[in-house]
């Protein structure tokens, strides 16, 4: 049974951290791609980031390049997200999510991946 739990989340003043967790289970971690989602209210889930399996391929969006790190522990099966510099407007739920283990790359897009956290609510308010 695949499992992806998201922790982490929380209220945090603008300028703040936060690092979000991603505990996988039932997958074969060290050959799985992750990403990371987010959805605030009233707006469509869009790709925040991603990590391919052999970390070669990363990617960020825009609105958070230079500010949030990904990062998988294979020893732990975690996915991490850094989020350093945090402003009102990442506030949202985040999402953890899984693809397909194969190939080199990690996905951008929603339709790439088949398992999915249930979510955790990050509010960037002071």
């Known amino acids: 049974q695949v499992q992806l739990v998201e922790s982490g989340g929380g209220l945090v003043q603008p300028g703040g951290s936060l690092r979000l967790s991603c505990a996988a289970s039932?997958?074969?971690?060290?050959?799985?791609?992750f990403g990371w989602f987010r959805q605030a209210p009233g707006k469509e889930r869009e790709g925040v980031s991603c990590?391919?399996?052999?970390?070669?391929?990363?990617y960020y969006a825009d609105s958070v390049k230079g500010r949030f790190t990904i990062s998988r522990d294979n020893a732990k099966n975690t996915v991490y997200l850094q989020m350093n510099s945090l402003k009102p407007e990442d506030t949202a739920v985040y999402y953890c999510?899984?693809?397909?283990?194969?190939?080199?790359?990690?996905?951008?897009?929603?339709?790439?991946?088949?398992?999915w956290g249930q979510g955790s609510q990050v509010t960037v308010s002071s």
């Open positions: 999510a899984a693809g397909l283990p194969y190939g080199s790359s990690c996905g951008r897009v929603i339709y790439e991946y088949d398992y």
């Open positions: 039932g997958f074969t971690f060290d050959k799985t791609p």
């Open positions: 990590i391919s399996s052999s970390e070669i391929d990363t």
